[in-house]
């Protein structure tokens, strides 16, 4: 069976390759077994240098790079660009979290040593998702890789050839063929692949998929699982120039065509003056908003969504609010003269509506109404997800307030809420995850504690009350 990507912006095909079946999945694991041995006992800085070649090798081609994410994924070229900054900078990130978090330590005892030393898991299962193809799965694979795991990846089936590339660049960098294998293909071979003897699967992706990782693996708890999943996440706009913080919610909201888990899905602002004012300016600059293809003369603030079929699902979720009471304030809509991928920011009032708690992954933001501050961190709270929240607001009582009260792991103020640090943990609560947060602290699940008490000899011990023996002490006979 063959796999292929197509350039959602323009409909070109770009890549194909043949989708790996569930005994290509046990044979890829069944070889990165094999190598794991050499690749876990190479000493550490063998592994950052190769690594590092890797980073280098990026850079050296990270116009190539950026513009098959941008083709791919659909995204601005400019955007694309920054995804393969992140990348290079992961390797640097990832080295630096290793040795703080998963490093060696000892504490001299009466005995001896104390010591904590960390350990890889074995062979890791990567799945990657689509809306950033090259930097998500990057920072599962980098920090697995430098803490001596094999990587078995299954790219998304929608972004193959950005996969294929990056490990491509893995292996010419110098990690040996078996230590990091590539499948390629769709649900069914990521949930073959997560059925084989594998010791960790690292997931990225929606909230549904990481429901169906955690049954996959109830009866496999020496798995490590760590998920990084979606969010309903909200943004409350309370005060301050409503120009500047409507450019803060387009931000939060449109980027990457509302393609990314810590996009915002709902704005909370109060009722009456200031929340008018903030609607309207954000009206007004949704539609300033330039959408095109990656290969516009003028670079386009956002391209299209992943493909047609996530511009339907798009469609559709709007039309199910509107059903449910909400009101249309900017429609989400086709865009003329481009392909059936490409869709229109939307704007829409659900106040008072008991509207689904899902993420919408597309460019539809939800307008809420609240009557004061505390019922907008109460409305900011209903929801099952936790993975992103945003304030803005020049008070810093306020801001007080909503970053104790708030639920989620990434909790922005004044800033985008799609804006998170490398240097930083990112992950969320609830459904958004199960607390093993990626970004600096994938260090965390990439690497098992070994806490021991050591020794230089066997020397006696104090004895226990109710032993039956006496300490025996140098120079002297055990009693007869």
Known sequence: MILRSFDPALGEELWQGDVAPAEACA???????????????????????????????????DEAMALRIAREAGKPLWEARTEVAAMIGK??????ALHERAGEREAATDFGVATLRHRPHGVMAVLGPFNFPGHLP????????????????????????????????LWEAGVPGDVVQIVHGGRETGGALVACDVDGVLFTGSARAGRFLRRTLIDRPEVILALELGGNNPLVAWDGDPALAAEVVVQSAFITAGQRCTCARRLIVPQGGYGDQMVAALSERIAA????????FDQPFMGPVISSQAARAAHDAQTALVAAGSRSLVP??????RSEAFVSPGLIDSTGVDAADEEIFAPLLQVIRAPDFPQAIELANRTRFGLA????????????????????????????????????????????????PSGFYAADYCAHPVAGLEAAKVHSIPTLPGSGSAPVRPGQSAPQ
Not at 139 to 166: D, R, Y
Not at 289 to 296: E, F, K
Not at 403 to 431: D, Q
């Open 138 to 169: 990057n920072g599962h694979i980098v920090p697995a890789l430098l803490a001596g795991n094999c990587v078995v990846f299954k790219p998304s089936e929608q972004t193959p050839w950005v996969g294929q590339a990056m490990v491509e660049m």
């Open 389 to 436: 929240a945003g304030l803005i607001s020049d008070d810093p009582g306020l801001w007080d307030q909503f970053r104790r009260s708030i639920r989620a792991g990434v909790v922005n103020r004044n800033r985008p809420t799609t804006g998170a640090s490398g240097a930083m943990p990112f992950g969320g609560l609830g459904e958004s995850g199960n607390h093993r």
């Open 27 to 61: 044979a890829a694991v069944a070889r990165a077994r094999q190598a794991l041995p050499l690749w876990s006992r190479r000493p550490l800085a063998e592994r950052v240098d190769i690594l590092e070649g890797y980073a280098a090798k990026l850079k050296g081609q």
């Open 91 to 96: 390797v640097a990130l990832s080295v630096a």
């Open 289 to 296: 908003l330039r959408i095109g293809a990656w290969n516009d």
């Open 332 to 337: 989400l809509e086709a865009v003329p003269n």
